[in-house]
Nanobody, 121 residues
């Protein structure tokens, strides 16, 4: 079993920045990718970013390209999501996940409980 714990969410104003952290522990097994997704009430879970085990490969959702940056401590179980120039539409619960390097949520095997990000206008 793998446990994921997200932190760093909060209430900010438009244009502010936040950095989310996700730490994985437990039977993480072989090298895996770590991804970020977000969800708001009544909407499907949306892909935000993902990063390979080595950190060499990263992919982003179209709506966050150029503003969000995903990174990880090399060969470790900790991943970060730096979010800049935040907008009210970025308000959501942000989830960290472990699994394949994919934009699809069903390719991830383990999920954290999420951290709330709220951006006020």
């Amino acid at each position: 079993q793998v446990q994921l714990v997200e932190s760093g969410g909060g209430l900010v104003q438009t244009g502010d920045s936040l950095r989310l952290t996700c730490a994985a522990s437990g039977r993480t097994g072989s090298r895996y990718a770590m991804g970020w997704f977000r969800q708001t009430i009544g909407k499907e879970r949306e892909f935000v970013a993902t990063i390979s085990w080595s950190g060499a490969l990263t992919y982003y959702g179209d709506s966050v390209k150029g503003r969000f940056t995903v990174s990880r401590v090399r060969d470790s179980n900790t991943v970060f999501l730096q979010m800049n120039s935040l907008k009210p539409e970025n308000t959501a619960i942000y989830y960290c996940a472990v699994g394949g390097l994919s934009t699809l949520s069903d390719q991830y095997d383990y999920w954290g409980q999420g951290t709330q990000v709220t951006v006020s206008s």
